[in-house]
C-alpha cells in the first residue's frame, strides 16, 4: 500500500558537496550544498540550488564562477561545519583546515582535499522560490591521482561520497551492478 503524504523533494541519493567561490576575507569561500545535479553532457553541465541569504550566493552571483569539489567521507566534519557557518563570520578555509588550489579556468579555488572538483561557470539562473537554481558548465575537471586507474579512468572505491537523507549522512554501499549489462542480457534471449 501507498502512503500519500505533502510534496517534499524525497529525490535521492543526491552527493554532497563544497561549492566554492572565490572573494571574502581569505582564500575565497566555501559552502555545504545537498541539491547538486548533472543536467547535461554536451555541453558538460551541473546545476547547485543556492539560498539568496546565504554569502556564497552573492559571491557566485557576482563572480558566475564557481568549483564543486566532491568530498569524502573522511571529511564529514568539515563538511557539517561548512553547512552552518557562514563566510561572513568564518574564514572556513583557514578555521576548518581545508586548503585553497588555484583553479585553471575560473577565479575561485579547488578545494585540495576533495578527490574531484569540476569548475564551473554560470550560464543560467533561476529564480525557483526559496533557492535560485545556478546552471553552470564544467570547463575543467580535476582528480587526485590515486583515484585514476593506469588508464584515467575514475576508480569508484577509491572515492568515498556522501548523501544527506532525512539529517543524516549516508555512504554509499558495493557495486551492485555494470552499466548496460541487464540490457544486453536481455538481447541475448
Ligand atoms: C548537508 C548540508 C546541505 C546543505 N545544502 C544546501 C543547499 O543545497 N543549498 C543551500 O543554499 N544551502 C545548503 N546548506 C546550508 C549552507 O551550507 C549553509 O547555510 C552555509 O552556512 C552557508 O555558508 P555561506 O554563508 O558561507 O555561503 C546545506 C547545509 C548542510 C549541512
Known amino acids: 500500500m501507498k502512503i500519500e503524504r505533502r510534496p517534499t523533494t524525497a529525490l535521492l541519493p543526491n552527493p554532497v558537496v563544497l561549492v566554492s567561490a572565490a572573494g571574502g576575507a581569505g582564500d575565497g569561500n566555501f559552502l555545504t550544498i545537498a541539491w547538486v545535479g548533472t543536467v547535461c553532457s554536451s555541453p558538460p ?23 564543486v569539489n566532491i568530498p569524502n567521507a573522511e571529511q564529514l566534519e568539515g563538511v557539517d561545519v561548512a553547512g552552518v557557518w557562514s563566510g561572513r563570520e568564518h574564514d572556513k578555509f583557514a ?18 582535499e576533495c578527490p574531484v572538483n569540476l569548475e ?14 545556478f546552471i553552470a558548465e564544467i570547463v575543467a575537471t580535476h582528480y587526485d591521482e590515486e583515484v585514476l586507474d593506469s588508464r584515467g ?26 552499466y548496460g549489462a541487464a540490457a544486453k542480457a536481455r538481447a541475448k534471449e
Open 120 to 133: 564551473c561557470v554560470v550560464r543560467h539562473q533561476l529564480a525557483l522560490g526559496a533557492h535560485d537554481l
Open 45 to 67: 553541465m551541473v546545476s547547485v540550488a543556492i539560498r539568496p541569504s546565504r554569502y556564497s550566493y552573492d559571491l557566485v552571483s557576482a563572480a558566475r564562477e564557481f568549483v
Open 153 to 178: 579512468r575514475l576508480k569508484p572505491n577509491a572515492l568515498h561520497p556522501f548523501t544527506l537523507v532525512g539529517g543524516e549522512y549516508w555512504s554509499l554501499g558495493e557495486r551492485i551492478g555494470l
Open 95 to 112: 578555521e576548518l583546515g581545508f586548503t585553497a588550489l588555484s583553479a585553471t579556468k575560473v577565479g575561485a579555488p579547488l578545494i585540495a
